[in-house]
T-cell receptor, first 111, second 115 residues
């Protein structure tokens, strides 16, 4: 199973771009990379998913280098409401259903 | 609201009692997952269903834990002879099949307190 490593915490100011990097050295060939956001006392919420290169949606971008051993979640112009824990998740290969969340990155956005 | 629902939201029980939690997934989702989350940690995968088949249960924490999804719709997670170490948030998630399976939709969770 691919284990992920993320920074424990990050601080940022409103309006800044935030980049959170996740390492997943033993990612399997068919694994996808997915990021979730979690607020206190709520279940995680899907943000973005990708396999390679770059994926962008209305809330974030995901950058994946060619070797896929890491990925970077980019949040443009964060606001106070983006204060949350962000998890990187690797998995989804056919026949593999054990999704391993790490301890996540606690992002604090300051005014 | 057509999201994932869980019941109850909170459960306080005494050590040694049995508890059962229910999860209702998004109706068209055929995959259902159970996780446990303790304070300061990420969700810990417990088990997974595709329709009514339990395809992965090796992560269930002990034989006191069991899960069912009898008709491929709602699911229940039972903990027998609860222990104080079982106190945690129990999360349910559902997803469609196929390559989008990492896109899981989580419910609000059931917070269990064992006294």
């Amino acid at each position: 199973l691919a284990k992920t490593t993320q920074p424990i915490s990050m601080d940022s100011y409103e309006g800044q771009e935030v980049n959170i990097t996740c390492s997943h050295n033993n990612i399997a060939t068919n694994d996808y990379i997915t990021w979730y956001q979690q607020f206190p006392s709520q279940g995680p919420r899907f943000i973005i998913q990708g396999y390679k290169t770059k994926v962008t949606n209305e809330v974030a971008s995901l950058f994946i280098p060619a070797d896929r051993k890491s990925s970077t979640l980019s949040l443009p112009r964060v606001s106070l409401s983006d204060t949350a824990v962000y998890y990187c998740l690797v998995g989804g290969s056919s026949g593999t259903y054990k999704y391993i969340f790490g301890t996540g990155t606690r992002l604090k956005v300051l005014a | 609201d057509t999201g994932v629902s869980q019941d109850p939201r909170h459960k306080i029980t005494k050590r040694g009692q049995n508890v059962t939690f229910r999860c209702d997934p998004i109706s068209e989702h055929n995959r259902l997952y159970w996780y446990r989350q303790t304070l300061g940690q990420g969700p810990e995968f417990l088990t997974y269903f595709q329709n009514e088949a339990q395809l992965e249960k090796s992560r269930l924490l002990s034989d006191r834990f069991s899960a069912e999804r009898p008709k491929g719709s709602f699911s229940t997670l039972e903990i027998q002879r609860t222990e104080q170490g079982d106190s945690a948030m129990y999360l349910c998630a559902s997803s469609l099949g196929g390559q989008a399976s990492n896109e899981q939709y989580f419910g609000p969770g059931t917070r269990l307190t064992v006294t």
